[in-house]
T-cell receptor, first 114, second 115 residues
Framework: DTAVSQTPKYLVTQMGNDKSIKCEQNLGHDTMYWYKQDSKKFLKIMFSYNNKELIINETVPNRFSPKSPDKAHLNLHINSLELGDSAVYFC?????????????FGQGTRLTVV | AQTVTQSQPEMSVQEAETVTLSCTYDTSESDYYLFWYKQPPSRQMILVIRQEAYKQQNATENRFSVNFQKAAKSFSLKISDSQLGDAAMYFCAYRSGDSSYKLIFGSGTRLLVRP
């Protein structure tokens, strides 16, 4: 059983398109995250939801919109894709009241904008 | 704001030898948590080891151990008896003990293991 699963794993699309990445976790965690890993491997938080409520919203363009229909799902929609959006996007989950436990990560979605 | 620094972009170790990866962080908090994650070519982020700041004892997990120096804000990872499967990117990460929840990552160290 995959703990945190993302779809798709690879996404190639043209500039200006709109795309979505889906994430689901079966760990019963109450908090989910989106991280972006750039071409230099640097990982940075984008968003976090706790029980469907947005709790972290870093400086991210408005073209990025997360949506959490329930605490097991966190999707990322990106409008008007730009070349600079090319990166690997990771979904993760953790339990809010257990900060000493690790966040579990999905396998990442490699987004390539051409 | 907290920051995490990994000053070694790449390290190389001979199989069966020991290697230490460095990590320093900057924070004004007294309560926090530190992690080392491994990212092999498969991209999967895998937890290697964790350390609570309130614990003085250094964490160990089989061949992996940390040297946690709270006053120096240092959190290095020691890998003993290195194996070919240890080759990966290693990321040091900081999590605040307050309500911020997010992980702050260092820039990573690529570990090469020579057979």
């Amino acid at each position: 059983d995959t703990a945190v699963s993302q779809t798709p794993k690879y996404l190639v699309t043209q500039m200006g398109n709109d795309k979505s990445i889906k994430c689901e976790q079966n760990l019963g965690h109450d908090t989910m995250y989106w991280y972006k890993q750039d071409s230099k491997k640097f990982l940075k938080i984008m968003f976090s939801y706790n029980n469907k409520e947005l709790i972290i919203n870093e400086t991210v363009p408005n073209r990025f919109s997360p949506k959490s229909p329930d605490k097991a799902h966190l999707n990322l929609h990106i409008n008007s894709l730009e070349l600079g959006d090319s990166a690997v996007y990771f979904c993760a989950s953790s339990q809010l009241d257990k900060p000493n436990t690790e966040a579990f990560f999905g396998q990442g979605t490699r987004l390539t904008v051409v | 704001a907290q920051t995490v620094t990994q000053s070694q972009p790449e390290m190389s170790v001979q199989e069966a030898e020991t290697v230490t990866l460095s990590c320093t962080y900057d924070t004004s908090e007294s309560d926090y948590y530190l992690f080392w994650y491994k990212q092999p070519p498969s991209r999967q982020m895998i937890l290697v080891i964790r350390q609570e700041a309130y614990k003085q004892q250094n964490a160990t997990e089989n061949r992996f151990s940390v040297n946690f120096q709270k006053a120096a804000k240092s959190f290095s990872l020691k890998i003993s008896d290195s194996q070919l499967g240890d080759a990966a990117m290693y990321f040091c990460a900081y999590r605040s003990g307050d309500s911020s929840y997010k992980l702050i990552f260092g820039s990573g160290t690529r570990l090469l293991v020579r057979p």
